[in-house]
């Protein structure tokens, strides 16, 4: 599917494709959206550091394995570049977040097998998320820039155990580990000169 918008001379693209053989079903969607800059009705006129753009996509895979036991693999992506900070932003000093990143990827197993595993799920994954962030400061020839960037890797298990006509037990863990990173430096507009962090700035988490 295909969208446009004239106040802001926005364009947004979907595609989504689905199939199944036998036991094995697959799914892929994504699209794209671009704004510029909104143009107010009547006296409001053109306002400025609104416009950006986006994507996203995700893809996954079924199995069937046999009776009630499945098998999904799935990943999932979003993007968003140069998204203006509206709210804090000025000809002379301008905030984008020039990158908005989030991926996501796991692997699920899922199914029962009589009384004592009459439900059970376990799921590997694997996140990403990222933002660079950008200052523009133009009265002092300088771009002040950020950087952060976390992954994280989970496991979930669950269970479920029927014990009696009155009674049933679930069970299960969930286990993330964080990795975090963070930078920052300044940049000169004038010349591109870039000065790395010497301990009197740094990123947000280190």
């Known amino acids: 599917t295909t969208r446009c918008g004239s106040a802001d ?3 947004a693209y979907d595609l989504n494709l689905h199939g199944q053989y036998r036991r094995v079903a697959v799914g892929f969607g994504g699209n794209f959206k671009q704004f510029g800059t909104l143009v107010g009705g009547r006296d409001v006129g053109p306002q400025p550091f609104t416009g950006y753009r986006e994507g996203a996509w995700d893809g ?3 199995v069937h ?3 009630t036991w499945f098998l999904k693999l799935a990943t999932s992506s979003v993007r968003q570049l ?3 900070r509206t709210d804090r932003s000025t000809a002379a000093d301008f905030r984008l977040f020039t990158h908005q990143d989030r991926d996501l990827a796991y692997v699920k197993v899922e199914g029962s097998s009589g009384r004592y595993l009459d ?4 799921l590997v994954s694997y996140q990403r998320q990222r933002e660079e962030r950008a200052r523009y400061r133009i009265g002092k020839d300088r771009i002040e820039w950020e950087n952060d960037d976390v992954s994280t890797l989970g496991l979930l298990v669950v269970g479920g155990t029927d014990t009696g006509k009155w009674s049933r037990l679930v069970w299960g863990m969930d286990l993330y580990l964080d ?10 507009i004038s010349t ?3 000065t790395a962090p010497d301990g009197t700035f740094r990123g947000r988490f280190v």
């Open 60 to 62: 996954n895979l079924r």
């Open 119 to 122: 439900q059970f799920k376990t």
């Open 179 to 188: 990795w975090v990173a963070s930078d920052a430096s300044h940049e000169k």
């Open 82 to 84: 140069d998204v203006p």
């Open 65 to 67: 394995l046999g009776k």
């Open 9 to 11: 001379m926005s364009q």
């Open 192 to 194: 591109g000169a870039q």
